[in-house]
């Protein structure tokens, strides 16, 4: 695992934003795997900022989301269908049918998850695949005790996913319970893997990765068998090593 360690968040954002940008001119038919939540929302801004400059074009990216909220309307504000197209997809050149997102409102979950697994096996799996990481090590939605065998599945948020979440929800108790993520194992496909992580409240989680420590108690810790990763992390999350 490579590790870039940077000032603070704008670094970090830059520097992520550099290594989707070498991924989109190396291959002309990019398949990108992206992430939600408060980490890359800098890397969007940047992304953006370098398409308005005219240093980017989306018209040839397929994308290929980590996870969705089950049960929760793609139009909902806190959906991640939602948080994509604002954070992203409506100010590039970005094809809308050639972003993917899992439907967390299918009838059936189970065969909603096989599709996506199946779409990305198809397409993907993504040249490059951008993470964040939760307090407790999760990658995707991929909980602590998930197998590293895992492919596209229905999982039960952890209560502290949930707490974490909750800042972006009125109460707590708005935020759902489940999410279809990709696996661990879906996650691995990806040529190349760069996870982020901002501020001090990811310094435990960051300590824990780079111990070296490998265990489904700690879903990040499967990164260590890919043969491509870079962690870009700030210096306030970066404090404990
Ligand atoms: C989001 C995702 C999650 C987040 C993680 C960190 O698609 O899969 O693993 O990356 O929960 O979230 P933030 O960036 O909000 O701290």
Do not use: W
């Given at each position: 695992?490579k590790?870039?360690?940077?000032?603070?968040?704008?670094?970090?954002?830059?520097k992520?934003a550099?290594l989707?940008?070498?991924?989109?001119?190396?291959?002309?038919?990019?398949?990108?795997?992206?992430?939600?939540?408060?980490?890359p929302?800098?890397?969007?801004?940047?992304?953006?900022?370098?398409?308005?400059?005219?240093?980017?074009?989306f018209?040839?990216?397929?994308?290929?989301?980590?996870?969705?909220?089950?049960?929760?309307?793609q139009?909902?504000?806190?959906?991640?269908?939602?948080?994509?197209k604002?954070?992203?997809?409506?100010?590039?050149n970005?094809?809308i049918?050639?972003a993917?997102?899992?439907?967390?409102?299918?009838?059936d979950?189970?065969?909603?998850?096989a599709?996506?697994e199946?779409?990305?096996?198809?397409?993907?799996?993504?040249?490059?695949?951008?993470?964040?990481?939760?307090?407790?090590?999760?990658?995707?939605?991929?909980?602590?005790?998930?197998?590293?065998?895992?492919?596209?599945?229905?999982v039960?948020?952890?209560?502290?996913?949930?707490?974490?979440?909750a800042?972006?929800?009125?109460?707590?108790?708005?935020?759902?319970?489940?999410?279809?993520?990709?696996?661990?194992?879906?996650?691995?496909?990806s040529?190349r893997?760069?996870?982020?992580?901002?501020?001090?409240?990811?310094?435990?989680?960051?300590?824990?990765?780079l111990?070296?420590?490998?265990?489904?108690?700690?879903?990040?810790?499967?990164l260590h068998?890919?043969?491509?990763?870079?962690?870009?992390?700030?210096?306030?999350?970066?404090?404990?090593?």
């Open positions: 695992m590790v870039i360690v940077t000032r603070d968040n704008q670094e970090m954002s830059q992520a550099d989707l940008q070498l991924c989109m001119e190396e291959n002309e038919e990019s398949v990108l795997g992206l992430a939600t939540g408060g980490t929302r800098g890397t969007y801004q940047e992304l953006i900022r370098r398409y308005k400059a005219g240093e980017l074009d018209s040839h990216v397929t994308a290929f989301n980590l996870d969705e909220y089950v049960g929760v309307d139009h909902h504000p806190q959906s991640y269908h939602t948080f994509m604002e954070q992203l997809f409506q100010h590039v970005m094809n049918e050639k993917h997102i899992p439907n967390g409102q299918a009838p979950l189970q065969e909603e998850c599709r996506y199946a779409l990305i096996e198809k397409i993907g799996p993504p040249h490059i695949q951008l993470l964040g990481i939760g307090h407790n090590g999760h990658i995707g939605f991929n909980e602590p005790g998930s197998s590293f065998k895992s492919e596209t599945h229905v039960d948020l952890a209560d502290s996913t949930r707490d974490a979440n800042r972006f929800f009125e109460s707590k108790s708005d935020v759902p319970s489940q999410a279809i993520t990709m696996g661990i194992q879906s996650i691995m496909k040529k893997i760069v996870l982020i992580a901002s501020g001090e409240k990811k310094a435990e989680a960051i300590r824990r990765l111990s070296q420590e490998v265990s489904e108690d700690f879903p990040a810790s499967a068998s890919h043969p491509d990763v870079t962690l870009i992390v700030d210096l306030s999350a970066y404090q404990k090593i």
